[in-house]
């Protein structure tokens, strides 16, 4: 991956500028008639089967007149499709000040509490700009004057459904009663939908997000689920990159500066494109990108997260274009803040000496502190592992207010370990990465906000202990998948910057284990009661179902897996969860298991060798040509032994032999039938050894699992005296 650099080391201020327009945009009125060829559209030779197809999507991102517009045209093909009438707004999400003064990097006011109808009046953070339209693509967007409070919101907001025969569908209303929102994986979403679409309609639509006193670096994602025909990306930066107005010397008080008064002297972009293609940079230093006929992101199973493999750009306004440079001041500053924040207080030393006691060995210290951070409620977790809110800011005030409170985020709680180890004499430090459930971290992309997440590494018996105290329900030692194997940053011991990547799991370390017995009878009724203990992830995404949820949410939750294992005419549920509320223990689920077994047409009992696989599925379906890389998420084990006792004067007349398979050190397979007395036991042990595969290994990996689904489906024939007369 290539990355650019543009450098401009002389400033002007801000004033009114000329319009530059880099695209014709007409207001929904002046919407242009679709083309007769596109409403007649039934299917799309260059997408077969396509659900919908982009026909054309425009981004440009104005930073000197503080907006972004997007437009998009898409065919609906089929029922599927009409999903594409719900559109999320892609809100910016990196900002830096353009202004004297002092203010954060990240934009700290709210959305959409602007004006953006004219029979509205200003609300309290109204930005001093008129009322923006669509068309206006060079106006000037004066700046709040009174404070440096930033703001986001949708000014413009203009969508319609054109039906195959020409019928026009408009979306009505005021941008503020049309703008939804919900939860999703990463917070609140906005959205919008758009009315009357039907198979066949063309959906096109605009909107407009003004960003007040801020400016803001886009991220370009070429890339989507759906075909694209045509696209046109536009950045125009701010103006003292325009090689047209530098003239002159020195350091305006408008000139770009982040959080810590750098002056941002450089634009950089890490562009991943199709082959032949680059980021284009005309006379007046707008930067654009023209492509098409791009094809959808892949839909693969197991495939990395969407941002690491996808077309797309991304650009950042930095102070150096030295890599090493920019990390080691980042780290400086953050580590600064980060000291002063767990500063020792007299708060502090009292929960640690009514924690722990002077006789405790250093890591039982550890892991006593660690149960009483992991006690404070977690504001902002993720099922995915990645915080809603990054590392990069540090609070004001002491971490003790997270002790007193006993609540704060995720990252706010690994301060807090972090402060208490150290208060109990354990050397331990923090590092930052990148959640590899969000994004894979990259150094050459100089921007903080990749960072999401805080972990501390413990210094004990010269040996380094990665904990995650910010991910609730973490066992101590055992972190989110999403940060095992993570790329990030920290300082050394004489506080020079490195980059790290976080040790992978074992596969011991998530586990999940069937044992338990169960009673026949000649009939071939079944019932019994078994156990299922879990270890590792799957743990801690039930304890978090838990805590959100309550406990029958989590019965419900495993009983569903285990209804969809077992075979038809069994009946397996819940009695029982068993430490939910204790990640130091295995999760356990308590399974009271009844129903009956078919007989052949001999009357010999035709029992499955291993009960919770008797409906498994291949995890790797048939793929002709994989192009993703291979990501599991993390290394596992399952082991099974389970015990039929048989009815009396019952036998085990057929069984297939037993299974052993290996497939290099990447997994391997062991199934064992073992007789004695009026029993029989199937056990059965699968280890995965791989997190991260090729994707040449794909065929490889399908082929393994087939044979232990092939293993797996055999099934024991048991035999009695009245067997062949029947019962």
């Not at 892609?90 to 004297?100: C, G, I, L, R, S």
């Not at 494109?273 to 839909?299: H, Q, T």
């Not at 903080?448 to 904990?467: C, P, R």
């Not at 050190?665 to 059965?684: D, M």
Request: charged share 20%.
């Amino acid at each position: 991956m290539e990355i650019f650099t543009m450098s401009s080391h002389s400033f002007l201020r801000f004033g009114v500028l000329c319009v530059v327009a880099l695209g014709s945009l007409p207001l929904l009125g002046q919407f242009q008639p679709v083309p007769k060829e596109e409403l007649s559209m039934t299917s799309d030779p260059a997408a077969p089967g396509a659900a919908a197809v982009y026909l054309y999507r425009e981004e440009t991102t104005d930073d000197p007149h503080a907006f972004r517009t997007v437009y998009a045209r898409i065919k609906v093909l089929t029922e599927e499709g009409k999903s594409a009438a719900m559109i999320h707004i892609d809100f910016p999400k990196t900002f830096v000040f353009n202004a004297q003064g002092t203010n954060s990097s990240r934009m700290t006011g709210g959305f959409g509490s602007g004006v953006i109808d004219p029979s509205e009046k200003p609300g309290p953070n109204t930005a001093h700009w008129s009322v923006p339209n669509a068309a206006h693509l060079g106006e000037d967007a004066p700046r709040d004057a009174d404070s440096y409070v930033g703001k986001v919101e949708v000014g413009v907001l203009e969508a319609r459904a054109v039906h195959s025969d020409g019928t026009v569908v408009p979306l009505s209303g005021k941008p503020a009663d049309l703008l939804k929102t919900i939860d999703g994986p990463r917070g609140g979403e906005t959205y919008f939908t758009i009315p009357g679409v039907e198979v066949g309609s063309v959906i096109e639509y605009r909107y407009q997000v003004r960003y007040d006193r801020y400016l803001t670096a886009p991220n370009w994602q070429l890339q989507t689920p759906y075909f694209i025909h045509r696209e046109h990306f536009v950045f125009k930066p701010s103006t003292q990159f325009d090689p047209t107005l530098q003239r002159g010397s020195g350091v305006s008080d408008s000139a770009l500066k982040d959080s810590h008064d750098n002056v941002l002297t450089d634009i950089e972009l890490r562009p991943n494109l199709p082959a032949g293609k680059s980021v284009m940079r005309d006379a007046l230093g707008n930067y654009s990108v023209d492509l098409s006929d791009v094809p959808p992101v892949p839909l693969e199973p197991w495939a990395p997260t969407f941002n690491s493999s996808s077309y797309g750009v991304d650009f950042f306004y930095t102070y150096t274009p030295d890599v090493k440079n920019y990390w080691q001041k980042q780290m400086s500053y953050w580590n600064k803040a980060l000291n002063n924040y767990i500063e020792t207080t007299p708060a502090l030393k009292s929960a640690v000496q009514q924690t722990v006691s002077d006789s405790d060995a250093p890591l039982d210290k550890a892991k006593k502190l660690y149960v009483l951070a992991q006690k404070m409620e977690n504001l902002d977790g993720s099922p995915d592992g990645a915080p809603l809110s990054g590392s990069e800011f540090i609070p004001h005030g002491k971490v003790e207010a997270v002790l007193l409170n006993k609540k704060g985020s995720s990252n706010e709680i690994a301060y807090l370990y972090l402060a208490l180890v150290r208060a109990a004499g354990i050397q331990a430090h923090a590092v930052r990465i990148a959640s590899r459930s969000v994004r894979v971290f990259s150094a050459q992309y100089m921007d903080n906000i990749q960072l999401d997440t805080a972990l501390v590494v413990l210094s004990i018996d010269g040996k380094e202990i990665f904990v995650d105290p910010g991910t609730k329900m973490a066992p101590f030692g055992t972190l989110h998948w999403a940060h095992a194997g993570a790329g990030g940053v920290r300082l050394d011991a004489a506080n020079k910057v490195e980059t790290l990547i976080t040790p992978l799991q074992k596969n011991r370390e998530n586990s999940i284990f069937h044992v338990g017995s169960l009673n026949l009878t000649a009939q071939g009724n079944v019932s019994g009661t078994l156990k299922i203990a879990f270890i590792g992830q799957r743990a801690i995404e039930l304890r978090q179902l838990g805590i959100k949820s309550g406990p029958e949410a989590v019965k419900e939750e495993v009983t569903k897996m285990i209804t969809a294992q077992v075979p038809e005419g069994i009946e397996a549920k819940v009695d029982h969860m068993a430490y939910l509320d204790d990640p130091g223990k295995q999760l356990l689920a308590v399974i009271k298991v009844e129903g009956s077994f078919n007989k052949n047409s001999a009357g010999h009992l035709v029992v499955p060798r291993l009960l919770f696989q008797a409906q498994e599925q291949n995890p790797f379906p048939a793929d002709e040509v994989r192009e993703l890389p291979i990501d599991m998420r993390y290394p596992a084990q399952e082991q099974e032994q389970i015990t039929y006792v048989l009815p009396a004067g019952y036998t085990l007349k057929e069984n297939s032999p037993d299974a052993s398979l290996r497939w290099e050190e990447n997994a391997a397979y062991q199934l064992r039938i073992k007789v004695a007395g009026n029993s029989v036991t199937a056990e059965r042990s699968l280890v995965r050894g791989f997190t991260l595969l090729d994707a040449k290994d794909y065929g490889q990996v399908r082929d393994f699992y087939q044979k232990v689904i092939e293993a797996d489906r055999q099934q024991m024939v048991l035999t009695g005296e009245r067997s062949s007369g029947g019962v």
